[in-house]
């Protein structure tokens, strides 16, 4: 195997290129008419098979000018079970396309041998293989200088490979193979350069849940560990960051991406299995990460999608029924500006709306403007062209209410999608994108601005290939750089169409993929339940902000396609939330009996959050007022605060108004009167006069009918013995004197005395109520409240 090369130093002028061209067609008309004939006579599956597979892996430079040295190289394959023999591959000049179609319709058949391409440069410039066994890849590379490829006018040419040699079926030469591309030429400036907006996208799927550390710093828990794989060395989102930095583009960044990123630099975690979770390592690598974009895009133009990049489309045609669904929308173009100047250190733009896409309808533009966005980033595929125009316009069009649609290229912003992991595939991607540029720059003298706006999460591969065809057109002579904020100022071309689609012309393709109508609702339920929540908190940041941003993730356009995990994503963001709210609860309650007229009822509320909760109610209700009364009446509400990681006890007087078991329910509110959390239900067995308490009373009624007759006998007796004392004048008078123990009546008063001693225990008034003790516990069976 040769590598063939030559080198001169001047090119021929066009003139000149254009009398060699025309003798060398002269010269070979009869040899053209000998191989027309053997052609006639082959068998037809010469020319309609691919026998040799030929694979273009590299062609440079992409876009070559006046004295460079074109280089080609790749592989050819024997696809057939004979052996080539005389085998070569050449290189081919085709025709010049003078349309965009053209160079599509190319490209869609670049390896078919029905039609030729061009003559062969032949001579020096070819490869030789004696024999290309059957199955075997060999390689090849041929370089030639351009002014060999007598090319004429500038423009795109059509440009082939081809493998020619025989087979033991078909023993006489003839191309077995063949790979077309495209060579753009323009080796000379331009009259009228096309401007050039190209879109960076670093974006990125959601990988930060709702879950947050109990500790003051709140440690972010992540979904895995796949976005500390993006940003290392050789990750997607690290060479999209290296390739970028070296490029003149707009970057278009995800503040999620940049947010998740930064919450990496620091303390995190990583969700496992149940509630488990292990400590993240990959801080340093994003520190790094975070450092070497602060320095990519210092004097570069950043463009800030809302929040985790919500899916418009989703919404316009499933959420706008929703109630606080737009409200998300405005959530999220707030928070961006904020997340992106904290990290970046850069005031972005918010005033741009990017639909998957660039698909648009009117309810998606009337959603896009809703937060704030005055310019959607729509596509040509979907704005089309209805004017017949005969070039391409520029890419600003005012689509009315003050809202302008940059209408990006849908031919070049598709350029490099599909695989691109074979070199063979990104080289083509290259040189068909460079085609479609020239081609457009072309079409007239009119200055007009150009968009470019690929895929949103370019592969590794693809973001190379994007960046080999960005350096070689910005090194090119048929365009300039321009900002994104520039193409939308640019003056409109009047012949543009302005006619945004119908609803029902949306492609069904995109439709698939949305969000369904359930999940808004349940967004809208998540949303609900953390209204109720956050009212009771007394630092209610803690939950509003991972939440607030969780919800702004579960609308996020990455997750088309990947049903199965938002499902899972949302369902895990309201099952926390729950749990949280669920912290805050009544301690249940057995049955409690009370005796008497009036008692107190503990409840007691637990808060086992990290911190205080705060304007609650608790409502402690009777279902039998009539039996059984709180705070005088059928229910009493009493305010509730507990600190963090504690239990208070509300207490409740009760009063009863007859025997009997009544039924009363706890409940806690907010102090707009909403119920929280779950109800307790417990009964209270009502005994309102008891045996003991008949037989108490009775003892004392018999005590005080005692204690008259002593009195009464003692007031007797002592005047006895003061009629005694005074003479026989005074007798019969009775007076007081000291007991005589043998006298009957004195005995019978001391026995009563010390009866009446024993027997007389302190005399309660009606009972008052008492306070019972704080207990974290659950009531046990039987409890008995203290009265």
């Not at 702004?552 to 938002?566: A, C, I, L, P, V």
Request: aromatic share 4%.
């Amino acid at each position: 195997m040769a590598e063939a090369a030559d080198f001169q130093g001047m090119s021929p002028s066009p003139a000149r290129r254009w009398l060699r061209r025309t003798g060398a067609l002269l010269a070979g008309a009869p040899l053209l008419a000998g191989l027309l004939q053997l052609s006639a006579a082959a068998p037809a599956r010469a020319a309609t098979s691919d026998t040799v597979d030929v694979s273009l892996d590299s062609l440079s430079p992409s876009a070559p000018t006046d004295g460079d040295t074109l280089t080609v190289s790749g592989t050819v394959t024997n696809n057939g079970k004979q052996a080539v023999t005389d085998a070569h591959v050449g290189l081919r000049v085709g025709p010049l396309l003078d349309t965009r179609s053209a160079i599509d319709t190319t490209a869609q058949h670049s390896d078919g041998l029905q039609t030729a391409v061009g003559s062969e440069v032949g001579g020096k410039y070819v490869e030789k293989f004696a024999a290309l066994t059957p199955g075997v890849a060999e390689h090849f590379s041929i370089s030639v200088p351009v002014d060999q490829l007598d090319l004429g006018q500038d423009g795109v040419y059509e440009f082939g490979v081809s493998l020619s040699g025989r087979t033991s079926a078909q023993p006489w030469e003839q191309v077995l193979g063949i790979q077309r591309t495209f060579l753009p030429w323009q080796p000379a400036e331009a009259d009228t350069r096309t401007e050039t907006t190209y879109l960076w996208p670093l974006i990125s799927t959601v990988h930060v849940t709702a879950k947050t550390g109990a500790g003051e710093q709140q440690t972010p828990v992540f979904l895995n560990d796949d976005l500390a794989k993006d940003i290392a060395p050789g990750g997607r989102l690290a060479q999209m960051l290296a390739l970028g930095r070296d490029l003149d583009v707009t970057w278009v960044i995800d503040p999620d991406l940049l947010a998740s990123v930064d919450a990496m630099a620091g303390s995190y975690k990583i969700q496992g299995p149940g509630d488990s979770t292990t400590p993240g390592t990959h801080q340093a690598v994003a520190k790094q990460w975070l450092a070497d974009l602060q320095k990519a895009v210092s004097g570069k133009e950043v463009v800030a999608l809302p929040f985790a990049d919500p899916d418009l489309a989703s919404l316009a045609h499933n959420g706008t029924s929703v109630t606080g669904s737009l409200s998300h929308l405005k959530d999220a173009t707030d928070v961006a500006a904020t997340t992106v100047k904290t990290v970046l250190h850069v005031t972005p733009s918010t005033d741009f709306a990017w639909p998957v896409e660039g698909a648009v309808d009117p309810s998606i533009i009337k959603v896009a403007t809703s937060a704030g966005a005055d310019k959607v980033i729509a596509r040509s595929d979907s704005l089309q062209e209805t004017g017949g125009l005969p070039y391409t316009p520029s890419a600003a069009r005012p689509i009315g209410g003050g809202t302008t649609a940059v209408v990006a290229d849908a031919r070049l912003s598709t350029a490099f999608e599909g695989d691109l992991t074979k070199a063979a595939s990104t080289t083509l991607a290259v040189q068909r994108f460079l085609a479609q540029s020239l081609q457009l720059d072309g079409q007239t003298d009119k200055q007009r601005s150009i968009v470019v706006a690929p895929q949103r999460m370019p592969s590794a591969a693809q973001a190379q290939a994007m960046a080999q065809a960005l350096t070689a057109l910005q090194g090119g002579n048929w365009t300039q750089s321009q900002d994104l904020t520039a193409a939308a100022k640019t003056k409109p071309d009047p012949g543009a169409t302005t006619r945004i689609p119908s609803t029902s012309a949306y492609p069904s393709s995109l439709r698939r993929q949305q969000l369904p109508r359930s999940a808004f609702d349940q967004i809208a339920r998540t949303e609900d339940n953390l209204e109720k929540f956050k009212v009771i908190l007394t630092d209610e940041s803690r939950v509003v902000t991972p939440f607030g941003r969780a919800i702004n993730r579960e609308m996020s356009t990455s997750w088309r396609g990947r049903s199965s995990h938002t499902d899972s994503f949302r369902q895990g963001v309201e099952t926390y939330l729950d749990d949280l709210a669920k912290q805050v609860k009544l301690i249940d309650k057995s049955e409690t009996k009370l005796s008497g007229r009036s008692a107190t009822i503990p409840v007691t509320v637990q808060n086992n959050l990290v911190q205080g909760v705060d304007h609650l109610r608790l409502r402690l209700t009777s279902t039998m007022p009539t039996r059984l009364k709180i705070g005088g009446k059928a229910y009493m509400e009493q305010p509730v605060a507990v600190s963090g990681g504690h239990a208070q006890s509300v207490k409740f007087t009760t009063s009863a108004n007859a025997n009997g078991r009544a039924t009363v329910i706890a409940q806690l509110y907010t102090e707009d009167g909403r119920p929280y959390g779950a109800p307790v239900y417990f009964d209270v067995k009502v005994t309102e006069v008891t045996p003991t308490v008949m037989l108490v009373i009775g003892g004392g009624v018999l005590l005080l009918v005692l204690a008259g007759f002593r009195m009464y006998t003692q007031r007797k007796r002592a005047a006895a013995r003061q009629a005694e004392d005074d003479g026989p004048d005074q007798a019969g008078e009775d007076t007081d004197g000291p007991a005589n123990p043998e006298d009957p009546e004195d005995r019978l008063r001391q026995e009563s005395d010390t009866r009446s001693r024993a027997d007389d225990p302190e005399q309660p008034s009606d009972p008052t109520p008492d306070t019972a003790p704080e207990s974290t516990d659950p009531s046990g069976t039987g409890e008995r409240v203290d009265r």
